[in-house]
């Protein structure tokens, strides 16, 4: 592909971004286009520059539980599919959930994000079970929470909010309504983004994702971000697709990873103040530094070995060894001129978009 035949200047486009002019529809696709090796480098700078400029050198550190392989959906691109007879399957108890989440928080993250496949024994009459879990989670740290359990009934996700969970991830994947139905079978569209807005109507904060390389186009991606901007995403991702054993999608060639960094980059030019993850799901840590020179300022997906929990795109990727963790990353952050932030940062970052969104609903 490359930019043939589209004059714009680049320098003038990032320099426009760092003074808080933002890049419009022809830019970002020009941007997103970039091929020769100096001028994408011209653009991590910039989304550096913005990302320091809003958050200085603090990176904020997530763990990640997935605490129930099981799933009722058939994703094409997911790995625990229900379909999917080669994928482990576990459902982990009160006591291993709680102890994983203890384990995290002594290690040093900010967030404790809990995540389920659309599990049926949660959904058809054990919600109470799981609230109860997430209660203990919440009054044993202390730490803000986020919960990612895909499409669940509104009033479980106002009980989430009641005990004290801060946000609520689901991500569209594509925003290409088309493209949707063809890799999130059987799922509604308009439900699982409506409950983003729900989310935010209680109070939640709420995070938002794509895939790089299931097909999307760039206009396809410039639409996404037109999307993320219209639900006021506080948290928004790109991770790139990883093939999965036993999905339909097995075989689907992966495109080169410099998608999703364009995709990051951008997205700190278009919203500069808000939350990007770095996730160690898709490369493990040796993929974390090409993410934070790109401009994220979140590593999620902190994994705690010798507790046989999984990743969901990279199911053992650096857990068992330890390297998914806070020990393990600090060196990085430090190669990148970065380190973590306190607890103290991130729970203040949290309130204070949480007072931002009571002023936007
Ligand atoms: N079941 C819930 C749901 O789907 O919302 C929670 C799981 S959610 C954390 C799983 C996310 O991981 C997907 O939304 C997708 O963005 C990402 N993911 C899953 N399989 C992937 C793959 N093969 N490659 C890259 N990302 C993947
Ligand atoms: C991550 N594997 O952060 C996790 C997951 C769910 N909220 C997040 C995709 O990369
Ligand atoms: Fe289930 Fe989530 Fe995987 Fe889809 S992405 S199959 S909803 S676990």
Redesign the pocket.
């Known amino acids: 592909m490359g930019n043939q035949g589209l004059q714009l200047d680049l320098e003038e486009i990032l320099a426009k971004a760092v003074n808080g002019l933002k890049p419009d529809r022809r830019e970002v696709l020009f941007i997103l286009n970039l091929v020769e090796r100096d001028a994408i480098e011209k653009l991590f700078q910039a989304a550096r520059a913005l990302r320091n400029h809003y958050f200085g050198s603090k990176v904020y550190l997530y763990g990640f539980i ?1 605490f129930s392989t099981y ?1 009722r ?1 058939n ?1 094409t ?4 599919r229900q379909s999917n007879k080669v994928s482990p399957r576990y459902r982990k108890t009160r006591k291993e959930i709680i102890e994983a989440a203890l384990k995290l928080t002594e290690s040093g993250i900010h967030l404790l994000d809990l ?4 599990d049926q024994y949660y959904r058809n009459v054990h919600f109470e079970e799981l609230i109860g879990t997430i209660f203990e989670i919440k009054e044993q740290t202390g730490l803000p929470l986020m919960i ?4 669940v009934p509104r009033d479980v996700l106002k009980e989430f909010k009641q005990i004290g969970v801060d946000w609520y ?3 569209q ?1 594509t925003h290409n309504r088309e493209l949707f139905k063809r890799i999130r079978l059987n799922q509604s569209y308009d439900e699982r983004l409506n409950l983003k807005y729900y989310a935010h109507e209680l109070g939640m904060l709420i995070e938002e ?3 790089a390389g299931i097909g999307e186009s760039t206009e396809d991606l410039y639409h996404s971000f037109e999307v993320m901007d219209s639900i006021s995403a506080d948290q928004v ?1 790109v ?6 054993k036993g ?1 339909p ?1 097995e075989k689907l060639q992966p495109i080169p990873r410099l998608r999703e960094m364009l995709v990051i980059a951008v997205m700190r030019l278009l919203f500069p103040d808000k939350l990007i993850p770095a996730s160690l ?2 490369d493990g840590i040796s993929g974390l530094k090409q993410r934070l020179n790109a401009g994220a300022n979140v590593v999620t997906s902190i994994i705690p070995p010798d507790r046989g929990l999984m990743g ?2 990279q199911s053992t990727l650096d857990i068992q060894e330890g390297g998914r963790s806070v020990d393990g990353i600090v060196p990085i952050l430090e190669e990148c001129g970065l380190t973590p932030a306190s607890p103290r940062d991130y729970a203040t970052w949290v309130e204070k978009q949480k007072t931002n969104l009571l002023k936007i609903m």
């Open positions: 997935y799933c959906n994703c691109f997911c790995y625990y995540t389920m496949g659309e990612s359990p895909g499409v991830a689901c991500y994947e994702g794509l895939l991702r991770m790139s697709f990883v093939p999965q999905t999608l799901d898709v969901v795109s």
